[in-house]
């Protein structure tokens, strides 16, 4: 008897995943022909104009970024030289190369 209570709750059981994933495939049709009908709302042409003066802000953001950045470096190159002086260049390259 316990064995026929198991069987019949993982039949339900299946049934009841069956129906759902029936469901689930059935919204998402539904939703991609909503989606496709939905195009006149939103002209193709407004959302290429948009993405391209999104990536042209983007684009020059980076570039500043990368300017800042370069920068930076420079800066950083000029404090190591002063920092560590003269005596730094004129070591031989066996002592740079341990150090790197």
């Excluded at 995943?17 to 496709?36: G, I, M, N, P, V």
């Excluded at 042409?45 to 990368?66: N, P």
């Excluded at 300017?67 to 002592?95: F, I």
Aim: charged share 35%; proline share 2%; hydrophobic share 35%.
């Amino acid at each position: 008897m316990m064995i026929q209570q198991v069987d019949s709750r993982a039949q339900l059981a299946a049934e009841l995943l069956e129906r759902r994933r029936d469901s689930h495939s059935e919204d998402k049709k539904q939703e991609l022909e909503y989606q496709t009908n939905d195009h006149s709302e939103v002209p193709i042409k407004f959302i290429r104009h948009w993405l391209k003066e999104s990536l042209h802000v983007l684009l020059q953001k980076l570039e500043e970024e990368l300017r800042e950045l370069e920068q930076l470096v420079r800066d950083l190159e000029e404090g190591l030289d002063t920092l560590l002086g003269e005596a730094y260049l004129e070591k031989p390259c066996s002592t740079l190369k341990k150090h790197l």
